[in-house]
């Protein structure tokens, strides 16, 4: 696709899918583009990730065509100034694309503090995709695989589900019960210890609910960056009365009316 500017995401226009921004917390798109040590939210509720241990210089990467950041597994990693608010067992959405680089054990992205034993992570264990929280560990006993991955962790309050390429690969029957703390991506901090991904990250975002499967498999086949696309306006002169329309492109739908 082709790469907007952080103007024009912020200000021109409407979401070509608005559907899929319903109960966004918290958006973050590497894929758009360099940002220094400061990543963007583009769900406009200012909650920025923070890069430590990275080097502008280098981390920023261009990963299969598209912009990525790069995580050395070592002590890279990124973390949001604000919490995510979604706690106790709230449905809730994590999805991201990213090129995963290594099946040793890691944690990809999530929030949570395991001295209060309430977490939310998506992590491979063991070579199996993972999610984890409150003592309720959940296994897909689906084999991860490294490469490129659009991957998503859909929780409806009563039953976690993995959504990989578009395809469930797993749900089962859980509980969390987190507490709203910052996200950590491609870093999960528990018991004086870390998780640290090797992966290049994309974009990822946060729902406050539980996205369908469709939906799901939208965001795969929308790309990279896909769900970041803006409807543009087309406009009709009407010479008869001296008035252009505005349309949404794609749409049947008039959006009003201005003089030339």
Not at 61 to 68: F, R
Not at 228 to 234: D, P
Not at 250 to 255: A, E, H, Q, R
Request: glycine share 10%.
């Amino acid at each position: 696709m082709t790469k907007p500017s952080w103007q024009d995401l912020g200000a021109h226009d409407e979401s070509a899918y608005p559907e899929l921004w319903d109960g966004v917390v918290g958006a973050w798109a590497p894929c758009l583009g360099p940002t220094g040590s400061r990543l963007h939210d583009m769900s406009r509720r200012a909650n920025w990730g923070t890069l430590t241990n990275m080097d502008n210089a280098t981390n920023w990467v261009v990963d299969g065509g598209q912009y990525a950041l790069d995580f050395d597994g070592a002590n890279d990693y990124a973390v949001t100034t604000g919490n995510i608010e979604i706690s106790g067992a709230q449905p809730r959405t994590m999805a991201g694309w990213m090129n995963l680089k290594s099946l040793a054990n890691a944690a990809l992205f999530g929030y949570g503090e395991s001295s209060l034993n309430r977490w939310f992570y998506l992590s491979v264990i063991g070579g199996f995709w993972y999610v984890s929280g409150f003592n309720n560990d959940f296994d897909t006993l689906v084999s991860a695989q490294t490469g490129l991955r659009h991957v998503a962790v859909a929780y409806d309050g009563a039953t976690v589900a993995v959504v990989v390429d578009g395809v469930k690969i797993g749900a089962d029957a859980k509980t969390y019960n987190t507490t709203a703390l910052p996200l950590n991506i491609a870093r999960r901090a528990f018991v004086g210890s870390e998780l640290n991904a090797v992966v290049a990250i994309f974009d990822l975002a946060i729902w406050r609910r539980s996205l369908s499967i469709d939906e799901i498999r939208q965001l795969y086949q929308l790309g990279r960056g896909g769900m970041y696309q803006r409807r543009r306006r087309s406009r009709i002169y009407i010479p008869q009365a001296g008035f252009q329309a505005a349309w949404a492109r794609g749409s049947n739908v008039l959006l009003g009316f201005q003089q030339p």
